[in-house]
């Protein structure tokens, strides 16, 4: 059995794990902080070596969203992903406090063409 507890984190509790165990999210209460969602992804010593990340961070770092997709966005959750970590589905809180849903898709690869991105295209 493996111990984790973020440092400095009055309590915490297990939110999300993948579906190959490798990422794990925690909710947490900090001191001066309600609420956080930090992720340790234990995929690659690389990734395991950054340790507690915040979900926003870690999303926008692996390709699931932009830097603009997290304008007015605060709280990034994740509560479920595919198989193969290509697409999840989460939540966020607004600067207003109105949380929604969201589910995205890791951009793997820039397209070469409008004729690549096969949006709404056949």
């Known amino acids: 059995m493996d111990y984790y507890f973020p440092s400095g984190t009055i309590s915490a509790e297990p ?4 579906p190959n165990g490798s990422i794990m999210v925690i909710h947490t ?13 234990g995929s ?3 990734e395991a ?3 507690y990340q915040d979900v926003g961070d870690w999303l926008e770092s692996h390709l699931y969203i ?3 997709d997290r304008t007015g966005r605060t709280l990034f959750n994740i509560s479920g992903m ?9 939540e966020f809180s607004t600067t207003s406090g109105t949380v929604k849903a969201f589910r995205a898709h ?3 690869a820039m397209p070469q063409s409008p004729l690549t ?3 709404g295209t056949p």
């Open 82 to 90: 595919s198989d193969d970590e290509s697409t999840l589905v989460g």
């Open 44 to 46: 690659n010593p690389t």
């Open 106 to 108: 890791r951009l793997v």
């Open 66 to 68: 932009s830097n603009a």
């Open 29 to 41: 209460t900090l001191p001066g902080v309600v609420d956080n969602y930090v992720i340790r992804d």
């Open 15 to 18: 939110y999300f794990v993948s």
């Open 49 to 51: 070596a950054k340790g």
């Open 117 to 119: 991105l096969g949006v």
